[in-house]
């Protein structure tokens, strides 16, 4: 990703988070989300964020607290139905976090 597309990427962020900051609804941002950075990693998305909220951007956590729930719904569309080679052999990290999960369950 050159620079850039990235301060263009950063910019539409900075825009649907002020958006949010102003009363739309996380379901109204989430097409716009959807269509910028559905191919972008989550950590890619995290760092913008990070830099808009540490930039003199008026963007605070507070805002990108906000777009939580749009993340998530794109991530888990980008996720389901994928199979994960050996994640049930033990060892694997997918399957330890199971096992972890289960321990936490049982108490």
């Given at each position: 990703?050159t620079?850039?597309?990235?301060?263009?990427?950063?910019?539409?962020?900075?825009?649907i988070?002020?958006?949010?900051?102003h009363?739309?609804?996380?379901?109204?941002?989430?097409?716009?989300?959807?269509?910028h950075f559905?191919?972008?990693?989550?950590?890619?998305?995290?760092?913008?964020?990070?830099?808009?909220?540490?930039?003199?951007?008026?963007?605070?956590f507070?805002?990108?607290?906000?777009?939580?729930?749009?993340?998530?719904?794109?991530?888990?569309?980008?996720?389901q139905?994928?199979?994960?080679?050996?994640s049930?052999?033990?060892?694997?990290?997918?399957?330890?976090?199971?096992?972890?999960?289960?321990?936490?369950q049982?108490?």
């Open positions: 990703m620079n850039s597309s990235r301060d263009q990427r950063i910019q539409v962020l900075k825009d988070l002020l958006r949010l900051h009363g739309a609804s996380p379901d109204s941002v989430e097409a716009d989300f959807q269509a559905s191919d972008v990693s989550p950590i890619e998305v995290s760092l913008m964020e990070h830099e808009l909220m540490n930039g003199d951007h008026g963007v605070g507070e805002d990108v607290m906000k777009l939580c729930t749009v993340h998530a719904k794109v991530m888990a569309a980008g996720v139905g994928k199979e994960v080679p050996d049930e052999q033990e060892g694997h990290p997918v399957w330890i976090f199971k096992q972890e999960n289960l321990a936490l049982a108490g």
